[in-house]
């Protein structure tokens, strides 16, 4: 990318970056990248387009902008996505809050919200993005958030400092459920939501690369078929988990049928709900504890 003068000739240079790397909506993430690299707003932008740049700032637009051309997601360039309603960080290590991944907050709620003091497990917290809008919204609640990545609980952390529920949720690390039981948390679990790995090997040599490349396969190989993790998930489950208590799980395409008849499922748990995204594919697959 040339050197540029003013917010006009910078602008004209991100959009012809970002078209040369054929990325599809380059006139409005180029005005995103410099929204945020020059901190303005667009107005500003158009309304004052030959104010001049520093160098250092164009240097730093430059990066963004070459980040963005090489197939970086948008939300890592810029360090934020927002979440029902929320600002949060992200980082490239950390899985990116999906849009289709509300629906877990919505249903939590909407189960949750006559519950004098509920007990919540977020299970592979990532971002931290359903504990802290669970926490948000259920001033209530009690909220327990794990992940086996250290880097993804930091940035939770960070992020639920932000929006200050940092002191109502406890942050554990460690890999699904077996490390709570020492936590005195048997039985006592009002509900699990989990945004756990489920895509398949298959799906994962579709990925777009923006995906594939860049987002932790960790957060999203979910093994062969997907739901190795969610079948784990479900034979640890009856430990913590009251005796009326849920567990909310977000599913890929196809998976919600398949994960309603898994044994793990059956054996312990009633379905209550399976809810579509605004596709219409089936997305969150909502369960209650079967009165033993």
């Not at 992020?159 to 006592?188: P, T, Y």
Request: net charge neutral; with cysteine; hydrophobic share 45%.
């Amino acid at each position: 990318m040339p050197s540029f003068t003013s917010y006009a000739q910078l602008y004209r240079g991100a959009v012809e970056t970002l078209t040369q790397a054929r990325i599809a909506n380059a006139r409005h993430e180029a005005l995103w990248i410099l929204e945020d690299a020059l901190g303005i707003t667009r107005l500003q932008l158009h309304a004052n387009p030959d104010t001049p740049v520093d160098a250092e700032v164009c240097r730093r637009a430059a990066a963004l902008f070459q980040r963005r051309a090489l197939g970086e997601p948008l939300q890592y360039v810029l360090g934020t996505q927002e979440f029902f309603g929320l600002d949060l960080l992200v980082r490239p290590g950390v899985l990116i809050p999906r849009p289709e991944t509300e629906l877990l907050v919505e249903e939590a709620i909407t189960l949750l919200r006559a519950e004098a003091r509920p007990v919540i497990l977020d299970v592979g917290t990532g971002s931290g993005c359903l504990a802290i809008s669970l926490a948000v919204n259920l001033p209530r609640a009690m909220i327990v958030a794990s992940d086996k990545s250290i880097a993804a609980l930091y940035l939770a952390r960070l992020n639920a400092m932000r929006h200050g529920v940092s002191h109502r949720i406890l942050w554990v690390a460690g890999d699904l459920l077996s490390h709570l039981l020492s936590r005195n948390l048997a039985g006592k679990v009002t509900a699990i939501i989990a945004n756990l790995p489920y895509i398949s090997h298959v799906e994962w040599e579709h990925l777009s690369p923006d995906v594939k490349d860049f987002e932790p396969r960790l957060a999203l190989d979910g093994g062969p078929d997907g739901l190795d993790v969610y079948r784990r998930l479900l034979g640890e489950a009856p430990g913590l988990v009251s005796s009326e208590g849920f567990i909310l799980m977000e599913v890929g395409v196809g998976q919600a049928d398949q994960l309603c008849r898994e044994p793990s499922l059956t054996n312990a748990f009633k379905i209550l709900k399976v809810r579509p995204d605004s596709q219409g594919i089936p997305r969150v697959v909502c369960v209650q504890r079967r009165f033993v």
